[in-house]
């Protein structure tokens, strides 16, 4: 099964930027829809966006629309969420996921196959 390990974690100001990575273990990855989810403490994990195997059409929950751009690099076996105009409410582990069936429109966790560890997103006001 395919391995995800999440990367660019970090501590930033409100308004700042950063850019996060998702890296497969193996080519499996190029098949797979992938997503973002974040789970702050005391709360439940939720979607941040999704992106099919061919990178079109992306999707974002309304609380990141406009603010993130999830991408892909299938030839590195690499996603990507960049996040600008961070808020202290972005401030969660942020975890990536790959789906390997069912509608790429799924919202839910419980709907993805494999995940990453996750990375730590901590926005300071």
């Known amino acids: 099964q395919v391995q995800l390990v999440e990367s660019g974690g970090g501590l930033v100001q409100a308004g700042g930027s950063l850019r996060l990575a998702c890296a497969a273990s193996?080519?499996?990855?190029?098949?797979?829809?992938l997503g973002w989810f974040r789970q702050a403490p005391g709360k439940e994990r939720e979607f941040v966006a999704a992106?099919?195997?061919?990178?079109?059409?992306?999707y974002y929950s309304d609380s990141v629309k406009g603010r993130f751009t999830i991408s892909r690099d299938n030839a590195k076996n690499t996603a990507y969420l960049q996040m600008g105009s961070l808020r202290p409410e972005d401030t969660a582990v942020y975890y990536c996921?790959?789906?390997?069936?069912?509608?790429?429109?799924?919202?839910?966790?419980?709907?993805?196959?494999?995940w990453g560890q996750g990375t730590q997103v901590t926005v300071t006001s």
């Open positions: 996921a790959a789906l390997t069936r069912g509608p790429i429109t799924t919202m839910s966790p419980q709907q993805y196959d494999y």
């Open positions: 193996d080519n499996t990855f190029r098949r797979y829809n």
């Open positions: 992106i099919p195997w061919s990178s079109r059409p992306q």
